[in-house]
Structure formats: structure tokens, C-alpha cells
T-cell receptor, first 113, second 114 residues
Framework: GAVVSQHPSRVICKSGTSVKIECRSLDFQATTMFWYRQFPKQSLMLMATSNEGSKATYEQGVEKDKFLINHASLTLSTLTVTSAHPEDSSFYIC?????????FGPGTRLTVT | AQSVTQPDIHITVSEGASLELRCNYSYGATPYLFWYVQSPGQGLQLLLKYFSGDTLVQGIKGFEAEFKRSQSSFNLRKPSVHWSDAAEYFCAVGAGQAGTALIFGKGTTLSVSS
């Protein structure tokens, strides 16, 4: 149990376009989900905390107008990268909160050309 | 400040040899500690966790870790490394409360030589 999926696993988009990444908890409900960003050979950096039915809480330095997070249900959170630029290229990982643990999705590789 | 330090950026171990990956943390509350493994281009897989009780915890794939409060450490060990263990390893700490994100170390890359 406690499976988290992400879609898509890889996406390539052109500079200036927007891309949506979905994070789903498949077999449990998650009031809270987290979005992390990982640059090559680096650790995971928390971008934002997504709470079902309320606004996301963004970490310092993360542009909330650029990285739109919606947590419309207890099993789905979405991250939309708006007006993407090459510097937004990264590996995005979500996790869903369940009791004392976080369960991580497989990640989404975003490449902006 | 809350933080996790993994002093070793890259470690190379011969196949069959023992392994220890170091992790030190700074955390104001009672820490919930985790070790994750990540293969290239993949998500994170939980190896083991410590919440309370026995300070030596067993995980998957033959890994274990020991929590030492006096040293603020949670080192990961494996008695005999296999080539398939080559990956990135992350130590993380959290509050164990709903809605609290984990704080990750910078990771240690493990290479296994034959």
C-alpha cells in the first residue's frame, strides 16, 4: 500500500509554454502533499506544501505565480509550471503525507527547450 | 537551524565489502529519521526509518541504521555490498507530524567496484 504516482514521467516543452504535473495517492487519502525539486547531482529542495482545499504554502524563494499548485481532492495535487524557461528544467518529485511518513512519487523530468 | 549533513559526497566500495554512510542531524524536536535510496532518474525508495524504541533499525535490502542521540547521528550500514547497491543515498529528518516536510541531506553517491 501507500503508492504515489506522477504523470507525466517525462515532458519536453518549449520556452514560454506551461506544463502541468499530476501527483496522485493511489490507495490512500492525503490531506497534505509536498513538491520537491531536484537539480542534477543534488538533494531534494522543498518547493511548497500543498493542502487539500486551501492555498499552498511556498518556500522562500519559490515564485508562487510561476509554480501553481492545486490540491483539489484528497488524492490529487497538481503543479503547473507557467511560462516555463530553460532554467526550470529539473526533476520534480511529489510526496504524500500519511501518518508519520511521506510516500514519494517516481518523479517527473521536465526539459524546457 | 534544522539540517542534515552527509559528510561523504561520494564513496566507492568493493563488492562484498562492508559499507557505512554517515548522517548527522540538527533538529529542535524529537527527530524522525529516514534513509532513502535513489537510482538514476528514479524516485525515492525508503530503506528504513527510526521513530522510537530500539535504536538499531533494520531495513530492506539488508541495510540497517543506528540512531545515536548523543552524537546526533543516524548512520547507515550494510555488511556486504552488492553491485546493485550503487545509487544515491539520502538521509532525512522530520517531525513526524502530519503536514511537516522532510529535510534532506545532500546525498552520498555510492559506487561499487568489482
Amino acid at each position: 500500500g501507500a503508492v504515489v504516482s506522477q504523470h507525466p514521467s517525462r515532458v519536453i516543452c518549449k520556452s514560454g509554454t506551461s506544463v502541468k504535473i499530476e501527483c496522485r495517492s493511489l490507495d490512500f487519502q492525503a490531506t497534505t502533499m509536498f513538491w520537491y525539486r531536484q537539480f542534477p547531482k543534488q538533494s531534494l529542495m522543498l518547493m511548497a506544501t500543498s493542502n487539500e482545499g486551501s492555498k499552498a504554502t511556498y518556500e522562500q524563494g519559490v515564485e508562487k505565480d510561476k509554480f501553481l499548485i492545486n490540491h483539489a481532492s484528497l488524492t490529487l495535487s497538481t503543479l503547473t509550471v507557467t511560462s516555463a524557461h530553460p532554467e526550470d528544467s529539473s526533476f520534480y518529485i511529489c510526496s504524500a503525507d500519511r501518518e508519520h511518513e511521506q510516500y514519494f512519487g517516481p518523479g517527473t523530468r521536465l526539459t524546457v527547450t | 537551524a534544522q539540517s542534515v549533513t552527509q559528510p561523504d559526497i561520494h564513496i566507492t566500495v568493493s563488492e562484498g565489502a562492508s559499507l557505512e554512510l554517515r548522517c548527522n542531524y540538527s533538529y529542535g524536536a524529537t527527530p524522525y529519521l529516514f534513509w532513502y535510496v535513489q537510482s538514476p532518474g528514479q524516485g525515492l525508495q525508503l530503506l528504513l526509518k527510526y521513530f522510537s524504541g530500539d535504536t538499531l533499525v533494520q531495513g530492506i535490502k539488508g541495510f540497517e541504521a543506528e540512531f545515536k542521540r548523543s552524537q546526533s547521528s543516524f548512520n547507515l550500514r550494510k555488511p556486504s555490498v552488492h553491485w546493485s547497491d550503487a545509487a544515491e543515498y539520502f538521509c532525512a529528518v522530520g517531525a513526524g507530524q502530519a503536514g511537516t516536510a522532510l529535510i534532506f541531506g545532500k546525498g552520498t553517491t555510492l559506487s561499487v567496484s568489482s
